[in-house]
């Protein structure tokens, strides 16, 4: 397993930015997709984006226009830009890596993910 730590949450007002980090242990980082998950109270985790080992992204239609997301394999991280932020984006949200050294994919389901980061809170509030 990949030891991942997020970075960046905090209080924010609605129209505001943020910008999450996430920080992987895998000495071959570049060969894992990651994975940005969510998670409000009393409701489900939900996939918000991906990027693979091509450094496609991918977008749920929730954040799609509005987020974006980046790698950086010399660093082992990859970055959540959030902007537009409205009250619906507060959640804890994690990053979760696979290894997929092959093929430009897309992973949607938590399930498909072998590791996680503990979290950072996000907070949409004026």
């Known amino acids: 397993q990949v030891h991942l730590v997020e970075s960046g949450g905090g209080l924010v007002q609605p129209g505001g930015s943020l910008n999450l980090s996430c920080v992987a242990s895998?000495?071959?980082?570049?060969?894992?997709?990651i994975g940005w998950f969510r998670q409000a109270p009393g409701k489900e985790r939900e996939f918000v984006a991906c990027?693979?080992?091509?450094?496609?992204?991918f977008y749920s239609n929730s954040v799609r226009g509005r987020f974006t997301v980046s790698r950086d394999n010399a660093k082992k991280t990859v970055y959540l830009e959030m902007n537009s932020l409205t009250f619906e984006d507060t959640a804890v949200y994690f990053c979760?890596?696979?290894?997929?050294?092959?093929?430009?994919?897309?992973?949607?389901?938590?399930?498909?993910?072998?590791?996680w980061g503990q979290g950072t809170q996000v907070t949409v509030s004026s």
């Open positions: 895998a000495p071959n980082f570049n060969n894992y997709i």
């Open positions: 990027i693979n080992v091509v450094r496609s992204g």
């Open positions: 979760a890596a696979d290894f997929r050294p092959r093929g430009a994919i897309v992973l949607r389901e938590p399930s498909s993910y072998n590791s």
